[in-house]
C-alpha cells in the first residue's frame, strides 16, 4: 500500500530516539485535529520511543503541521512539503483523522489488522520520504459491515464509517442515518397509530383488502406524514446525513388505482410509486437540511428503473444485488451476472447509487467461502457505475469464517478500489499470522484452488449463498488438506498463545464443516466448542440458530448418545 507518486527526499522526525520535529495545530482546534495530533505522537511513540510535542504556535525548528482545509471534499486529505515541514491536511471532519493514517499506514507502514493485532515499525530513527498527494475517497458509505469491523476505533483507524461502528461526532462521527436505516415505512408511518382510523393509508391487496404490510405511497396524506415524521427526525437528530424511506421487507405492493396507473405508466416497477413518495419527501429535506441525502432501496419490486421518473438530486438509490445476483450466484462477479443490467440501467438513470451486497453463507457463517476475488472486483463494477456507497453484509452478528481478514481487506479496496485484493489478503496474513503466516497463505490458495476446480457447480450452487456443507469444494480431499495444513500452521506457532489462538480461530470454518458434514466425535466437538466459546461465535445461522443450538444438536450425534439397538 505504498504511496502513489514522486517522493520528496527524506525527512527526519526522529533521531536517534530524540525528536526532530513538532506538531503544530490551530490555536481554535477542532476536536478532529487534536485527535489527530495526539493519534500521530501516540503512534510516533510507540515506533521509536520519543514524543513529538503538541503545539499551537509555530516552533523555531522543522514541524508537522495539522490542519481542517475546508476547501477539500468530504473525507479527503492532502499530504505535501513546505521546506523541511510536512503538512497534514484535511476536509473538516474525518479528513485530517485520515490524513494521519494515511501517512501512518501507507508511508510508515503501520497497519491495524485488528485492534489486538497491530503491526508498527520499531526504529530509532524515523526518516522517510514523502510523496505529496491528494485523495478524496471515491465512497462516502464504506460499511464492510461484519461483527469484526464494527469496533469504532478499529472503524476510525482504518477509514471505514459504518453506521454500526459509532465513531463519535468529536473523532468525525460516522454515517448517520438518525435510527432511520433501511424498510422504514412502518417507522415513518405506524400501522398501531393510523390503520384504525385511515386504512386507506395502507396498501389495497389485490383482493380488495387494506393491509400494513406496505403503505399507499401515492396517498396525498401519506406523503405530508411521512414527510413530517422525517423532519421532525431531522431536527431531534442533527449530526444525520442519510435518511432512508424505504419499503418494508416483503413482496407486497399497494393495488390502489392511484398506485396501479403510476406502476404501469412506468412500465411495471413499483419504484414509480416509491419515487413519488421520496422525491417530494427530498424536495422538502432539501430545502431546510441541503446536507442530508434521502436514499430508499432498490429492491424486489422496485428493482427496475422507470421508464420516465428519476430521482432528485439528494437522492440515493440503494441497490440490493440479492435477488438479481448474489443470492443465486455468490461466486459470480457482479458484471457477469444479471445484475450488471440492473446497475447499468441506473448508473445511465441516476449518479448517486448505493450497493448493498451480500458475501456470507447466512445459513452457516462459519462454512469456507473462496469469493474473496468476486467481492474485490464487485466493488470497482460497483465505482464505475456511480456507486456513492458501499456495504458487503457478511457475518454481522457474531464471530464468522474469517472476518477479520475480511474485514480489513474489504475496508482497504472501499477506500481505494484499485488496489490489489490478493496483495491486500498476503498482507494480512504476513501481519497477522507470523510465524505461521506461510501455513495459513496456503490454506487460502488451498481454497482458491478447490473454488476454481469446482467452478461449474459454484457458477449456480445448490442453495445459492446458501449453500450446503455437502456441496462438491468442501469434499474429503479438501478438508484432508486443510486439516494437515493447520496442523503443521499450530506447529509453527506453539509457544506463542497470541498466534496459535489466531490460527485455531482460523481453523474453526474447517472443524464446522467437519461436525456437519459427520460423524461428530467427542474430540471434535470439543475442539470446536472451546475456540468457538473464546472467539465468541454465537450465531452460525442468520437469526436461527445459534452456538448453544447447534452443540446441543450435535451432541445428540454422538455415540454415546445414540439409541441401543434392540
Known sequence: ?????????????????????????????????????????????????????????????????????????????????????????????RGVINAVYALLEEDLGCRWYTNDSIRLPRTKTLAFAVVPRTYAPKLILRDPFYFASFDPVWSLRNRTNAPDAKVPEEYGGRVDYGGLFVHTHAALLPPDTYFKEHPDYFAL??????????????????????????????????????????????????????????????????????????????????????????????????????????????????????????????????????????????????????????????????????????????????????????????????????????????????????????????????????????????YDRLLVEAGKKHAKELAEPPGGIRYPMTVGFLSKEFLESATAIFARAKEAAAGDETLLRRVERAELPILYVKLAQGPVTEELLTRFETVARREKVDWLLEWQVRLDQQLEAWRKQLPSQAAPTQ
Open 1 to 93: 500500500m505504498k504511496p502513489v507518486g514522486k517522493a520528496s527526499a527524506p525527512i527526519t522526525l526522529v533521531r536517534n530516539g530524540r525528536p526532530h520535529y513538532r506538531i503544530v495545530i490551530p490555536r481554535q482546534a477542532s476536536s478532529e485535529e487534536r485527535k489527530a495530533a495526539e493519534d500521530l505522537q501516540h503512534w510516533v511513540r510507540e515506533m521509536t520511543g520519543a514524543e513529538l510535542r503538541i503545539s499551537t504556535s509555530r516552533p523555531a525548528g522543522a514541524f508537522v503541521r495539522i490542519a481542517a482545509d475546508p476547501k477539500l471534499p468530504r473525507e479527503a486529505y492532502r499530504i505535501g512539503l513546505s521546506g523541511n515541514n510536512l503538512l497534514l491536511s484535511g476536509s473538516p471532519g
Open 205 to 442: 391487496s389485490a383482493a380488495g383488502q387494506r393491509h400494513t404490510a406496505q403503505i399507499c405511497p401515492t396517498h396525498p396524506d401519506v406523503v405530508r406524514i411521512v414527510t413530517e415524521n422525517v423532519l421532525k427526525r431531522l431536527k431531534e437528530q442533527p449530526d444525520t446525513e442519510i435518511v432512508s424511506v424505504s419499503k418494508n421487507d416483503n413482496m407486497d405492493v399497494c393495488h390502489c388505482e392511484r398506485c396501479k396507473e403510476l406502476r404501469e405508466a412506468e412500465g411495471g416497477t413499483d419504484m414509480a410509486n416509491q419515487l413519488f413518495l421520496v422525491n417530494q419527501v427530498a424536495e422538502a429535506v432539501e430545502k431546510e437540511y441541503p446536507h442530508v441525502w434521502v436514499d430508499t432501496l432498490a429492491y424486489l419490486e422496485t428493482i427496475q428503473v422507470p421508464k420516465t421518473m428519476r430521482p432528485r438530486k439528494n437522492v440515493i438509490i440503494r441497490l440490493c444485488n440479492d435477488v438479481v445476483g448474489a443470492w443465486s450466484r455468490p461466486f459470480t462477479p457482479a458484471r457477469q451476472s444479471p445484475v450488471a443490467e440492473v446497475i447499468q440501467q441506473w448508473s445511465a438513470a441516476h449518479d448517486r447509487l448505493s450497493i448493498w451486497d451480500y458475501n456470507v453463507n447466512f445459513s452457516h457463517y462459519l462454512a469456507p467461502m473462496p469469493n474473496m476475488e468476486v467481492i474485490a472486483d464487485n466493488i470497482r463494477f460497483w465505482v464505475e457505475n456511480h456507486a456513492i456507497g458501499v456495504m458487503t453484509q457478511g457475518g454481522y452478528q457474531s464471530t464468522s469464517e474469517r472476518d477479520e481478514m475480511r474485514s480489513w481487506v474489504i475496508a482497504k479496496l472501499m477506500w481505494d478500489p484499485s488496489r490489489d485484493q490478493q496483495a491486500l489478503v498476503d498482507d494480512f496474513i504476513a501481519g497477522h499470522y507470523g510465524k505461521a503466516a506461510p501455513m495459513i497463505a496456503e
